[in-house]
Nanobody
Framework: QVQLVESGGGLVQAGGSLRLSCATS????????MGWFRQAPGKEREFVAA????????YYADSVKGRFTISRDNAKNTVYLQMNSLKPEDTAVYYC?????????????WGKGTLVTVSS
């Protein structure tokens, strides 16, 4: 059974930082590109960041470029999202996603999400 479990969300003041983690099990982690999406209240889910199977290529939404960094540890089957200079508009539920092979801005598997709240 495939599981993606996010952690690290919480309440932070604007300008602060958080590090999200997504621990996976039940899949061949190094075969999956990994990504993060987010969904704010009343809005559609949107792409945030992604990383290739090797970690050599990363992708970012324009809204987070320069502030967020995605990384992965294939030995730990875990992907991370370091979020710096957080803004109130970053408030959302953040979801981890696994996409087999090349990153195609979609997911074969989703986590259940972790809530990030940024106060002004």
């Amino acid at each position: 059974q495939v599981q993606l479990v996010e952690s690290g969300g919480g309440l932070v003041q604007a300008g602060g930082s958080l590090r999200l983690s997504c621990a996976t099990s039940g899949l061949t982690f190094r075969s999956y590109a990994m990504g993060w999406f987010r969904q704010a209240p009343g809005k559609e889910r949107e792409f945030v960041a992604a990383i290739s199977v090797s970690g050599s290529t990363t992708y970012y939404a324009d809204s987070v470029k320069g502030r967020f960094t995605i990384s992965r540890d294939n030995a730990k089957n875990t992907v991370y999202l370091q979020m710096n200079s957080l803004k109130p508009e970053d408030t959302a539920v953040y979801y981890c996603a696994a996409d087999l092979g090349l990153w195609n801005y979609r997911a074969d598997y989703w986590g259940k999400g972790t809530l990030v709240t940024v106060s002004s």
